[in-house]
């Protein structure tokens, strides 16, 4: 693969959230992570946990959003949602408070005139959504794939709105570096970071493109090393924007890490010119050119 070819040997190691990652990547147990921006991920920076944003990893930009609002088609059916005003007194699974899907389901609820303790939040790991809104625990979710298309397809919920047509350009990913893959080991971030985005491009030739033989490939990729196996979930879900040339929505993170701190989740800001660190993205760009 790209990375063989970079002379990289990878090896991966699962986290049950990106927060679990973050005190062994920033004391360098591990070189290189992936995973959600939070208001977990500026508090740690702010704190001096030596971690950088070095390229995206997953955007929900206009029209192509994986997030979604997703209501139990009981309730759609009897009448009891039928608009957004709708979510006052119900109780909405999200994974976490201070990620991304919470300004989401804050911003569905004031988009009603609703104030965000109108809504019962029910914290739940995503996987446990579903079946949670098939026995009733849950009246709805803010689902991601691949559980917002299982919750469609077993006619467990509704789907109501997208993330995107609240929030477009939402950057809910990032790939971070250790502080040693800046410092001591630079060529293996730049030859990481070269055959990271030569991935991120096929993907995109995949499923923004839609070249067939590609997609085959990448699906097959995907079924190997992600929990979801099944190929025919891949023609369903929506997939999430990888931005092919690595880019790194600024205004974004600007805007989530102000919204942590009025909120109460953040307490000290941090200086976001100084943690998203564009050089090994622009050293890639330089070897693959701009994608088009």
Excluded at 16 to 30: E, K, N, Y
Excluded at 111 to 139: C, G, H
Excluded at 235 to 257: A, C, H, I, Y
Aim: glycine fraction near 8%.
């Amino acid at each position: 693969g790209y990375f063989a070819e970079q002379g990289l040997a990878i090896e991966f190691v699962p986290f049950r959230s990106a927060a679990d990652m973050i005190a062994p990547l920033g004391v360098g147990q591990l070189d290189i992570g992936g995973g959600a921006v939070s208001a977990g991920l500026f508090n740690a920076m702010a704190r001096g946990v030596d971690l950088r944003i070095v390229a995206d990893k997953g955007t929900i930009r206009t029209g192509q959003s994986y997030e979604a609002l997703i209501i139990r088609r009981d309730l759609v059916e009897s009448g009891r949602f039928k608009t957004l005003a709708d979510l006052k007194g119900l109780r909405i699974g999200l994974a976490a408070r201070g990620i991304s899907p919470h300004i989401d389901l804050v911003m569905f609820a004031q988009k009603a005139n609703l104030r965000p303790d109108d809504v019962e939040i029910t914290i739940m790991a995503f996987p446990d959504m579903v079946p949670a809104m098939a026995n009733k625990a849950l009246d709805g979710a803010l689902l991601i794939e691949p559980f917002r298309t299982q919750a469609l397809e077993q006619q467990i919920g509704v789907f109501i709105e997208s993330a995107d047509k609240i929030y477009p350009d939402h950057q809910v990913a990032v790939v971070l570096y250790a502080p040693h893959m800046r410092r001591e080991k630079v060529d293996a971030g730049r030859k990481f970071m070269v055959a990271y985005l030569q991935g991120v491009r096929d993907f995109n030739d995949a499923f923004i493109k839609k070249q067939p033989e590609k997609k085959q490939q990448v699906i097959g990729a995907l079924a190997k090393f992600t929990p979801v196996k099944d190929f025919a979930l891949y023609e369903k879900m929506v997939m999430p924007w990888l931005d092919p040339d690595g880019t790194v929505n600024r205004q974004s993170l600007r805007f989530d890490q102000e919204w942590y701190a009025q909120n109460g989740f953040v307490s000290t800001k941090v200086n976001l010119s100084l943690v998203v660190d564009d050089r090994f993205v622009l050293y890639a760009l330089q070897r693959l050119g701009r994608y088009r």
